[in-house]
């Protein structure tokens, strides 16, 4: 069976580096660690007893922090070595975990728990930027009115924001798009030039690049926290795994052109940040405002600073938007790698990836709202954020490890490296691992609850397959006369002409006999043609292929369509061009209509068949195993396969067959005489009717 290719899908034309790509880079890779100097300082001022605890020394060691984080973890693990470990251009965990899964089956598993610990703490991200930035706000005169005085009305406004937010997803957001890397710029070039003038005052605070600083306040007594101080440090790096996820909308040359802009950026806000701290920290007005004074927006000159508050809100909301867009791909490529049920997927643009979950949607939405009303105030918001993020760095060093392994990188090398990552995202794991009192047993819930979903929906269908005996499978050559008699039988009428099931043919072309019970049993359903269709995700994201095989008749075709794990699943349109290829190459009859609103129409219609299991009593497997099975069943019941493959307003079937596995034995009855002294050894309990008592 020879492949061929489907209409061809090709990469984001701003895949290459140039100037649009570097402003669409700043929209859509950067939203969560641009966003970070709203919180990351404001948190380790509040961590250690606030502005009169504040030290130079202290400040000094915490910006040297930030900036060795910003550098091993985001520069040297993800930006030079991650993104490197690319699958056709795409990136993420999931793309990583396509690459090396050949190489060990248990890797699915850290597979499925960063990507589930990702997702579970990106919920908290639009609900700490969009709080932090609206608190700027607190307080602030608009044309001598202060709009926002406390801090229900900052909830307030930041529900408005994230339900709005929300609500205009269904629409698409292309038009949005197109302004964030514009507004972007503006902001990262805000952060630098801030932090240029704040740092006018006291250039030697540049000192704190040397990592001295570092080490000596991780082991000085005025650092209250202790190491625990790591748990504040590592928000500033929060974005460099979905840095990586992002590679495949902007390109790795787009992320290595526009990363040193804007960690230079971010690097002059944190030292504008620290110097402007130094200099005001025995102000006694400054503290007394106590946890209410951010360092960020304080540092701003009052000429600057309802600019400077309304960039951040808007950067608060595209670091947002790039979360939410981020879930639907990370879960729609769960989906496609069967770690994740099919879920209703709407395509509301015409821009290349750009999808709508509105399950995924809604999910995000609930969470973000009952975040913002638990936590009420960004300081406690960031109190409990981060905490899965380091599981999922974690994971992707255990796959980057293999990823190097596969590559022939030197042994040794690759051991000390991956050991050096894997040890600093620990520390880090053990210093955000307080931050589960502190709320992140919310999103650590959230996490288990996706990892539970994965592990019913993997694991279930393993267990399905495994305990399907070869009885219960049989082969369509078998089966070719009896169809071939069919569909030229005349008493029975036409169902369809291409009938089609989606199913999967395994060697030998063997499929489950359910499918060929609801050919010729159930219903006999005469057709022309006899479609079986087959869609296998492959490795590579974009693949657009089919093979065909008709086993020497033009009335059955077996349909193997290879698509990438980023390819929507549009099974009709594709069928619909296999089936032309067909008749193109006399694979096929034409199938012309005599009733059609096309002209010269050649293609007859298409009936799909979608067969739904229900597991039977007659299973025999453990109580644990049937548990399993269930809880897929019962998520299968919430989805819409129809929907998933593309079938949306085509004519679809769906058929309830019992799903039997393991061994069964079945008693069977024998025949005894209608005389009672035949029943003597067969014992029947007698119920009493009420009324035969009563008599």
């Not at 040297?64 to 251009?89: C, E, H, P, Q």
């Not at 949005?176 to 990262?188: E, K, S, T, V």
């Not at 085509?650 to 005389?675: A, F, H, M, T």
Request: glycine share 6%; with cysteine.
């Amino acid at each position: 069976m020879e492949k061929t290719q489907l209409n061809s899908l090709k990469n984001n034309p701003h895949s290459k580096r140039s100037i649009a790509g570097f402003l669409i880079a700043l929209g859509i890779v950067y939203g969560d660690i641009g966003t970070s100097p709203l919180y990351v300082m404001h948190s380790l001022m509040v961590g250690n007893g606030g502005l009169e605890k504040m030290s130079t020394d202290f400040i000094l060691g915490s910006v040297s922090l930030i900036f060795w984080t910003l550098t091993l973890v985001t520069t040297i693990k993800y930006v030079l070595i991650a993104l490197r470990a690319d699958n056709n251009g795409e990136g993420g965990i999931f793309a990583l975990y396509t690459l090396v899964r050949k190489r060990a089956k248990w890797l699915i598993i850290p597979a499925m728990i960063g990507g589930a610990t990702f997702l579970a703490d990106g919920m908290m991200t639009p609900a700490v930027t969009v709080t932090a930035a609206i608190e700027g706000l607190k307080g602030i005169q608009i044309h001598n009115a202060v709009l926002i005085s406390t801090q229900n009305q900052v909830i307030i406004v930041t529900i408005i924001i994230l339900s709005t937010l929300f609500f205009i997803q269904r629409f698409g957001t292309q038009m949005i798009g197109r302004a964030f890397g514009p507004i972007m710029l503006i902001w990262f070039a805000f952060l630098g030039l801030i932090g240029i003038v704040n740092l006018s005052s006291d250039w030697t605070i540049i000192r704190a690049l040397n990592p001295y600083y570092a080490i000596k306040l991780l082991q000085s007594p005025m650092n209250i926290r202790g190491i625990f101080i790591l748990g504040s440090i590592f928000l500033a790096t929060t974005g460099a795994e979905a840095l990586y996820s992002d590679m495949g909308h902007v390109g790795r040359p787009n992320i290595y052109t526009s990363w040193p802009f804007v960690k230079v950026c971010l690097l002059l806000s944190y030292l504008g940040q620290a110097a402007w701290i130094i200099s005001v920290k025995d102000n006694a007005s400054l503290q007394k405002m106590g946890s209410a004074m951010n360092p960020f927006y304080q540092s701003i000159p009052s000429d600057f600073r309802l600019f400077g508050i309304l960039l951040s809100a808007f950067a608060a909301i595209i670091a947002s938007q790039a979360l939410i867009s981020g879930s639907y791909t990370l879960v729609s490529e769960a989906t496609k790698l069967r770690m994740f049920p099919r879920l209703k997927t709407y395509y509301p643009t015409n821009f290349k990836g750009q999808l709508y979950i509105p399950t995924v949607n809604s999910i995000i939405w609930i969470v973000c709202l009952f975040i913002v009303f638990y936590f009420k105030t960004s300081e406690n918001m960031s109190n409990a954020y981060g905490l899965e993020i380091t599981i999922t760095m974690l994971m992707t060093t255990i796959l980057l490890h293999q990823w190097l392994l596969m590559k022939r990188v030197n042994r040794i090398f690759t051991t000390v490296i991956v050991s050096f990552f894997f040890i600093i995202e620990s520390i880090f794991f053990v210093t955000n691992s307080s931050k589960f009192i502190h709320g992140a047993y919310i999103t650590m819930f959230i996490a288990a609850v996706l990892i539970a979903v994965m592990f019913v929906w993997r694991y279930g269908e393993r267990l399905k397959d495994d305990n399907t005996y070869r009885s219960h499978f049989a082969s369509l050559l078998a089966f070719k006369h009896q169809l071939n008699d069919l569909r030229k039988d005349p008493s029975y009428p036409l169902y369809t002409t291409n009938l089609v099931y989606l199913t999967k043919v395994h060697d030998g072309y063997r499929i489950k006999k359910n499918i060929l019970y609801s050919i010729l049993d159930k219903r006999p359903k005469r057709a022309q043609v006899y479609w079986f269709v087959t869609v296998n995700v492959t490795d590579e994201p974009y693949t657009a292929a089919y093979s065909v095989e008709t086993f020497d008749t033009d009335y059955m075709v077996s349909v193997q369509l290879y698509l990438g794990f980023r390819v929507d699943q549009k099974v009709n349109v594709y069928l619909r061009q296999v089936v032309n290829d067909m008749m193109s190459n006399g694979e096929i009859k034409s199938q012309p209509q005599k009733y059609t609103t096309i002209p010269d129409r050649d293609v007859g219609d298409f009936s799909f068949v979608i067969i739904k299991e229900v597991l039977s009593p007659d299973t025999k497997i453990s109580n644990v195993k049937k548990s399993i099975i269930h809880l897929r069943l019962l998520l299968q019941k919430f989805i819409s396969p129809a929907n998933w493959f593309g079938l949306s307003y085509s004519d679809v079937i769906e058929e309830r067959v019992p799903l039997v596995l393991g061994k069964v034995s079945l008693n069977r009855l024998r025949l005894v005489r209608k005389d009672r002294s035949a029943l003597k050894d067969i014992k029947i309990d007698e119920e009493i009717d009420d009324d035969d008592e009563d008599e």
